[in-house]
């Protein structure tokens, strides 16, 4: 399944694109600023990386000339600006693509799925979007469908979206802040322990031993992550 890094510091639009991105079949992560997004490069390989060119810290124009200078991850750049030499100064940092604000999210994907495809990096196949598997835990995504060994089991949707997010990356340690902004709904009484409380349900429903969890592993610390891949 790709793997897609995605740089933007409006969290609304962020949100759109880890929706459409995922909805497509790629495993996403978000990141808010220009360092953050080098600093996950570094660390976690991305196949593409979505880059907004106006971000705190470090802009993107400034991202894409150090990821050039360290890796040849395929780049779609984001921008409001839509003159002729914005669009030259993008693809000459090394950008691969270039997409200008307003954007279609569809348009978007589109964009992603030929540039991973240019570049030979994995597309999304269709068995991938239905069907992902640790162990004996299987989550059908497009149905929002989980079993455990056969066994289906009854999700709340945020519950089926951090799941998700885990077994399409079994061993990945998630934060807590990762898996929050995967559930449906974000508001200002919504914190970091509602991931607690969603996990906490999870292991009810899908361990044999919640007090012993065999899928949902805690990383003290850190947060949660997937066993049995």
């Known amino acids: 399944m790709p793997f897609v890094l995605v740089a933007e510091d409006n969290a609304m639009q962020a949100e759109v694109i880890r929706r459409y991105l995922e909805q497509d ?5 978000v990141v808010r600023d220009g360092r953050a997004a080098i600093d996950t490069v570094r660390r976690e390989r991305p196949d593409l990386v979505v880059l907004d060119v106006m971000m705190p810290h470090t802009d993107g124009l400034e991202v894409c000339r150090v990821l050039r200078r360290e890796s040849d991850v395929p780049v779609l750049m984001l921008t409001a600006r839509s003159t002729e030499d914005d669009l030259l100064i993008g693809l000459e940092t090394g950008a691969d693509d270039y997409l200008t604000k307003p954007y279609s999210p569809r348009e978007l994907v589109a964009r992603v799925r030929t540039l991973l495809r240019r570049a030979g990096r994995p597309a999304p ?20 469908e989980v ?3 056969g066994r289906p089991v009854e999700c709340t949707p945020g519950e089926f979206e951090i799941l998700a997010a ?24 919504t914190t970091e322990r509602t991931v607690d409380v969603h996990v906490r349900n999870l292991r009810k429903k899908i361990e044999a031993d919640p007090a012993r969890p065999e899928y949902i592993r805690t990383v003290f610390g850190v947060g949660y992550k997937i066993h049995g891949g």
């Open 25 to 29: 079949g790629h495993t996403t992560t």
């Open 125 to 144: 196949a269709q068995e991938e979007r239905q069907l992902l598997r640790a162990g004996g835990l299987a989550v059908d995504v497009e149905r929002r």
């Open 147 to 149: 079993r455990v060994d």
């Open 166 to 189: 885990m077994v399409a990356r079994p061993g990945r340690v998630f934060t807590r802040q990762q898996l929050l902004v995967r559930t449906s709904v974000i508001d200002r009484a």
